[in-house]
């Protein structure tokens, strides 16, 4: 199957730092892909849906403004969470989707862990 | 409001028997379900998909079954694996045409397989 990789798979960071995660899809292009969220023994909460090259669309109860995306390219999508506190820590994930693609399935990266102290 | 739903959050089977893991959904706009397996501080690994103009597929040791007029689906895993222990998550999408679908997910069974 298709690869997305992501990095960093993890990253610690001081209280009111900025953290940015990329998402990339190595063998396809991927106008669209998806930022979710995972807490402790719960589902996967889709965050915003990244399209390349225009704004991204969040859900509800997302700050647009802490959480930063940016789909510069048919390969790569951030995702910036700005000004980091301990609430923020969690799994966060991304996942993509070729274009040409007829099949609905969406293949992930590894996640980031991210732990703010 | 959860649309899909996996009410089981774990499942312990022996190896070699058959696994069973349900997920109902309650939006009827949903058309194509998709089961994924995560282990831990990984990524979802994509299993098997149906359409909902199908009511089965398969693909080796799974099988998923569609009860659309019963919003409900399962995976059958046969025989189980110690390597098939993971969590596995059941997602829906509605409006599969298109490129801009989400997956909304259930929260997950943890299957385990003993030995």
């Known amino acids: 199957g298709a690869v997305v990789s992501q990095h960093p798979s993890w990253v610690i960071c001081k209280s009111g730092t900025s953290v940015k995660i990329e998402c990339r899809s190595l063998?396809?292009?991927?106008?669209?892909m998806f930022w979710y969220r995972q807490f402790p023994k719960q589902s996967l909460m889709l965050m915003a849906t990244s399209n390349e090259g225009s704004k991204a669309t969040y859900e509800q109860g997302v700050e647009k403004d802490k959480f930063l995306i940016n789909h510069a390219s048919l390969t790569l999508s951030t995702l910036t969470v700005t000004s980091a506190h301990p609430e923020d820590s969690s799994f966060y994930i991304c996942?993509?989707?070729?274009?040409?693609?007829?099949?609905?399935?969406?293949?992930f990266g590894q996640g980031t862990r991210l732990t703010v102290v | 409001d959860q649309q899909v739903k996996q009410n089981s959050p774990s499942l312990s089977v022996q190896e070699g028997r058959i696994s069973i893991l349900n997920c109902d959904y309650t939006n009827s706009m949903f058309d194509y379900f998709l089961w994924y397996k995560k282990y831990p501080a990984e990524g979802p690994t994509f299993l098997i998909s149906?359409?909902?103009?199908?009511d089965k597929n398969e693909d080796g040791r799974f099988t998923v079954f569609l009860n659309k007029s019963a919003k409900h689906l399962s995976l059958h895993i046969v025989p189980s694996q110690p390597g098939d222990s993971a969590v596995y998550f059941c997602a829906a999408s509605a409006g599969s045409g298109g490129s801009n679908y989400k997956l909304t997910f259930g929260k997950g069974t943890l299957l385990t397989v003993n030995p």
């Open positions: 149906i359409s909902s103009i199908k």
């Open positions: 063998d396809f292009q991927a106008t669209t």
């Open positions: 996942s993509a989707r070729a274009w040409e693609s007829m099949n609905t399935e969406a293949f």
